[in-house]
């Protein structure tokens, strides 16, 4: 179906536009295709004869250019520069040099000449921006690190990772051109982060944790580097399969109130603790949707309901486990097991029992059980990030601290399966 004919179509008299349904339904199966400047002209000729509010003039753009296959710099090129020079967007351009240079570079620069911040990159990018842009509010506050203030600059992702988990969670596909007119159509969402503790101390602001199998599998992915990024997903979830064993834990949380969707009152906190085995923890603030999870690995939250999802897998058989894990390219039921544990919540603490006589004897020598021992230390995937953590890890949610453009959307186009299970 041709963008520019459904474009047109969907443009009402009253003046909205809602050619964003257009181009989700219009995105090609890959991202070259429709997904060219002159297939977007026409909504663009169409938009920007109206009077729209919330339209970015000026925008800040970082493009990581060794993400995935090395592509984000050209896909900013060849596809996002050409919609921004058409709607008279003024962009200042950064290509990151390292790690860390996008979180020192917001951190640092004059925000208030800019009406949004664009990425183009892959989710580990996305994360370390969302981080900096929190962590700037704090500092522009002075507000205390558990009580975040809400970044001031709404976040725009191009898709240029290998699995882009939180552009498709407000863009249904992984296209730099629909991502691209979100933002130049100025349509926000609100979504909620949540803030990961270890021993009081902030390790990041993010969307997603996992300890157990999502840990282990990004683990052992990251000792292969060398690999193709999709080869190396593949072998990571078939040798963590191979190895696959529970996790001793104890998991405490604070279920949400259906009442409230407003930050967390610590005099109203009510936790409830168990202990088990687990094969799999996980803390999501956002749906979590990807090509090869279209309903998303969190199908039991929204992106800005106040709360997260906690899906904790106990301990089973493989066979079951690798079932659990098909189900979620399946369009329900994907946690429609006996052995899976599903929460709304609020907060969570997760402490490993392995840890907890190391720590308790630490709290009495006063030594740190991390340095210690190397093997105390779990890994954790934080927005599939490894971070090594050698202590109880404490979660917060915080209700929609970030803005990005796209929009809610119910599943993404599922155009890749994972053929490894
Ligand atoms: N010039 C650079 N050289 C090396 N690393 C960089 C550079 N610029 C940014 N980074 C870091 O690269 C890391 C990974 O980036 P990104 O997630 O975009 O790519 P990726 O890991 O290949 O993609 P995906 O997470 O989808 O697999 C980020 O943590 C970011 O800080």
Redesign the pocket.
């Known amino acids: 179906m041709e963008l520019a004919t459904v474009a047109k179509g969907k443009w009402s008299q009253s003046g909205n536009v809602l050619c964003i349904f257009t181009v989700h339904k219009a995105s090609p199966k890959k991202r070259s295709g429709l997904s060219s400047p002159s297939c977007a002209r026409s909504v663009l000729t169409v938009c920007s004869s109206a009077e729209m509010a919330g339209r970015p003039g000026s925008l800040k753009v970082l493009i990581?250019?060794?993400?995935?296959r090395k592509e984000?710099v050209h896909v900013y090129r060849d596809h996002v520069a050409p919609l921004f020079k058409m709607a008279a967007v003024q962009t200042d351009i950064t290509?990151?040099?390292?790690?860390?240079?996008?979180?020192s570079l917001i951190t640092e620069c004059r925000l208030e000449q800019y009406d949004g911040v664009v990425l183009v990159?892959?989710?580990?990018?996305?994360?370390?921006l969302c981080h900096a842009l929190v962590l700037r509010a704090q500092l522009d506050t002075s507000s205390a690190l558990d009580k975040p203030t809400r970044a001031t600059l709404p976040l725009g992702i191009i898709p240029?990772?290998?699995?882009?988990i939180v552009s498709c969670s407000v863009h249904g596909v992984r296209d730099p051109v629909t991502a691209t007119l979100h933002i130049i159509l100025g349509h926000v969402q609100q979504v909620d982060m949540c803030s990961f503790w270890s021993q009081g101390r902030l390790v990041r602001y993010g969307f997603s944790a996992m300890l157990g199998f999502g840990g282990r599998t990004l683990a052992c992915a990251e000792k292969r580097r060398w690999m193709p990024?999709a080869q190396r997903r593949d072998y990571a979830v078939v040798k963590t399969l191979a190895k696959l064993r529970p996790e001793d834990c104890q998991l405490s949380f604070v279920k949400t109130k259906k009442s409230s969707t407003d930050p967390f009152r610590e005099e109203e906190e009510s936790w409830t603790t168990t202990q088990g085995l687990y094969l799999n923890i996980s803390v999501m603030s956002i749906p979590c949707l990807s090509p090869y999870t279209p309903r998303g690995l969190a199908p039991n939250t929204r992106l800005a309901n106040g709360s997260a999802a906690l899906i904790a897998v106990g301990n089973t058989s493989r066979t079951q486990f690798i079932k659990h894990l098909k189900r979620y390219s399946a369009p329900t039921g994907q946690l429609d097991f006996p052995f899976v544990e599903a929460h709304t919540v609020t907060a969570v603490r997760i402490r490993p029992r392995a840890l907890i006589g190391a720590e308790e004897e630490s709290e009495e020598d006063g030594s740190d059980p991390a340095i210690q021992s190397e093997t105390g230390a779990f890994p954790w995937n934080m927005d599939?990030?490894l971070v090594r953590l050698g202590h109880e890890v404490l979660i917060r949610v915080h209700p929609r601290l970030l803005c990005l453009y796209g929009q809610e959307v119910e599943q993404a186009e599922s155009t890749a399966s994972c053929g490894c299970i």
């Open positions: 990581n250019p060794c993400s995935h984000a290509v990151t040099e390292k790690e860390g240079h996008a979180l990159g892959g989710d580990g990018s996305v994360a370390e240029a990772g290998s699995t882009d990024s599939g990030e």
